[in-house]
Every structure is written in C-alpha cells, then in structure tokens.
C-alpha cells in the first residue's frame, strides 16, 4: 500500500471515530466566539470574558482531540494554532474587543472548514492523472 493510500486510510479511522465529536465541538466554540463577539459589541465585558472563558475550555477540548491525529507534523502545527488563540483569547478576557473576537472566530472557521476538507480525500477518489488509477487506490484503501 502507497505512503498516500495509508495516510489516507488512518485519516478515514481518525475521522469515522472522532467527527461528530469534533464537529459538535467546533460548533459550540464558534457559537461561545459570536456570542461574546455580540456581548463585546453591547459593552457587556464581563458576560464577554464568560463566554471566552466557555470559548478557551472547548478549544483545549478540540485540541485534546486532535491530539490522536495520526499525522505528528499536522498535530504540530494545530498546537502552535491552538497556542496562538489561546494567547488571543486570554488577552481579549481582559479586553474584549469586537474586531479581534470577529478575527479569531474566523480563524477558528476556516479551521473548520480546512478540516471538512481535509477529510474529503477520505470520500472521494483522486483523479485518473494522479499517480495510480482510481480502481488501485480503491483496492488499497480496502486491503
């Protein structure tokens, strides 16, 4: 089995065990995101650092998960993602500002986005061109 059949193959495991799990979780974080992005917009402070504070909990939850990505260097790369809303979360706690709240809630977005599309390849065949047929690939994404 290709390098790529077998990435492609523990991306399907990962994702057949973990994707309601992570997609409920992107969707709680960006729901806590826009609503103290609402609350910081109406000057409610303190019900906008609430709601960051929900916001930081789901995110280390999501982090927690990706965790068991069978690739380290992506796993890599999502905790230095992680670390960085991270620092903008705890510094928007005590200032929490429309304009940044809207940047990370869009970061967070795109993330989601980038992992539907991500787990793509693990429902669709690549084209003919590529390096091996669509039937070879399918034979060994089965093995």
């Not at 910081?40 to 906008?48: E, L, P, V």
């Not at 979360?89 to 980038?114: A, G, N, T, Y």
């Amino acid at each position: 089995m290709s390098h790529f059949a077998q990435y492609i193959k523990s991306m399907a495991i990962f994702s057949e065990d973990k994707q309601q799990e992570i997609h409920w979780l992107f969707d709680s974080l960006i729901n806590s995101l826009a609503i103290a992005e609402r609350n910081a917009q109406g000057q409610r402070h303190a019900s906008a650092a609430t709601s960051l504070r929900h916001a930081k909990n789901l995110m280390r939850f999501l982090n927690r998960t990706f965790q068991d990505l069978p690739d380290p260097q992506l796993v890599g790369h999502l905790n230095d993602f992680f670390d960085m809303l991270k620092r903008s979360i705890d510094h928007s706690m005590q200032l929490p500002l429309e304009e940044d709240l809207q940047e990370i809630r869009l970061l967070v977005c795109d993330l989601h986005k980038s992992w539907e599309k991500l787990l793509m390849p693990t429902t669709s065949a690549p084209a003919q061109g590529v390096t091996q047929g669509v039937g070879d690939l399918s034979k060994e994404l089965l093995a």
